[in-house]
T-cell receptor
Framework: AQSVAQPEDQVNVAEGNPLTVKCTYS??????LFWYVQYPNRGLQFLLK??????LVKGSYGFEAEFNKSQTSFHLKKPSALVSDSALYFC??????????????FGKGTKLSVIP | KAGVTQTPRYLIKTRGQQVTLSCSPI?????VSWYQQTPGQGLQFLFE???????NKGNFPGRFSGRQFSNSRSEMNVSTLELGDSALYLC???????????????FGPGTRLTVT
């Protein structure tokens, strides 16, 4: 089965500093990887995805992610953190179940706190 | 385009009762998936519907069921509610295929169910 792991429950970063939220994956075949963000009392918002192609993927709100096949990682990054980036971040992998069906398997989530 | 909508946003039910949650996908999206989010278990896949057919089901008891209508709107039902069913229930829709925007799932704001 496909899986992702987020090794950090919480990440604290000062406003204006670069941020990294880590994700590693375990898949058979080519990985389809995603990052989502969840603000309090809200659903998940799609940030970016890696399907194929360039290892550096750019997404919404200035976020980007680097796909590293040798390290089986897909870390989320942003050059300069904003207080408004404080939220819960989820890494996910697409798990194909046949007949065109798939589901997202999520990591446990990482709480990002940006300190003013 | 309007996003995924879910109704109601909040529900309080008593143990033993049943509940029905509703989800309207993004216009043109035919696949609808449901997820349960709890602090302890994180995000877990419930089931996925496409063209009124359940194509995939997660590891949940039979008390959890769903359906999809011809307009792609979906409902999920939980019968004989237990305290452990208290959670945020998220609905997601997807376009499918291989074109732009066809790999990711788009989530609604969720329905917060509290079972007392």
């Amino acid at each position: 089965a496909q899986s992702v792991a987020q090794p950090e429950d919480q990440v604290n970063v000062a406003e204006g500093n670069p941020l990294t939220v880590k994700c590693t994956y375990s898949v058979s075949g080519n990985p389809y990887l995603f990052w989502y963000v969840q603000y309090p009392n809200r659903g998940l918002q799609f940030l970016l995805k890696y399907i194929t192609g360039d290892n550096l993927v750019k997404g919404s709100y200035g976020f980007e992610a680097e796909f590293n096949k040798s390290q089986t990682s897909f870390h989320l990054k942003k050059p300069s953190a904003l207080v408004s980036d404080s939220a819960l971040y989820f890494c996910a992998v697409r798990d194909v179940k046949g007949a065109g069906s798939y589901q997202l398997t999520f990591g446990k989530g990482t709480k990002l706190s940006v300190i003013p | 385009k309007a996003g995924v909508t879910q109704t109601p946003r909040y529900l309080i039910k008593t143990r033993g009762q049943q509940v029905t949650l509703s989800c309207s996908p993004i216009s043109g999206h035919r696949s609808v998936s449901w997820y349960q989010q709890t602090p302890g278990q994180g995000l877990q896949f419930l089931f996925e519907y496409f063209s009124e057919t359940q194509r995939n089901k997660g590891n949940f008891p039979g008390r959890f069921s769903g359906r999809q209508f011809s307009n792609s709107r979906s409902e999920m039902n939980v019968s004989t509610l237990e305290l452990g069913d208290s959670a945020l229930y998220l609905c997601a829709s997807s376009l499918l295929g291989t074109g732009v925007g066809s790999y990711e799932q788009y989530f609604g704001p969720g329905t917060r169910l509290t079972v007392t």
